[in-house]
């Protein structure tokens, strides 16, 4: 349902060096899909220098033009920050990676001590149990 109008942004938009199209198999190339969190299908990302600064899921033809139509616009020498106005992540950067979890300090000090409060109330739990 939406390739065809995909085909058609395509053909009007497209510029060497400046606006380029693709389409990713995401059975053939799951990793570039896990890496730019594509969670539905379609998905498209728009990216601008190697970052993502917007992605659509699902097919809403409306939302690819206007994404498309502010690609264009930031080709053409605008700022990402005020065609696009949320943050993207950077291709292949140091950004955290939907589905992967971050480990922190607070997080580890969280499990442990959820560990402890588990183990305390089994024991005492034991406990009363014996006493009975």
Known sequence: MIA???????????RPNKV?????????Q????RTNGVTAMPTFVIFHNGSTVQT????????LTEAVTKA???????????VFKTPGRT?????????????????LLNIVMMI???Y???LFSARNKQEA
């Open 120 to 122: 305390l109330t089994s």
């Open 91 to 107: 291709l292949g950067g140091d950004g955290p990676v939907p589905g992967q979890r971050h480990w922190s300090v607070t997080v």
């Open 56 to 63: 659509i899921r699902g097919a809403n033809p409306s939302a």
């Open 20 to 28: 380029a199209f693709a389409k990713v198999n995401v059975d053939n």
């Open 4 to 14: 065809p109008h995909f085909e058609r942004l395509a053909k009007e938009h497209s």
């Open 116 to 118: 402890v409060g588990l």
């Open 30 to 33: 799951a990793n570039i899909a």
């Open 72 to 82: 264009v616009a930031l080709s053409d020498g605008g700022k990402a920050e005020d």
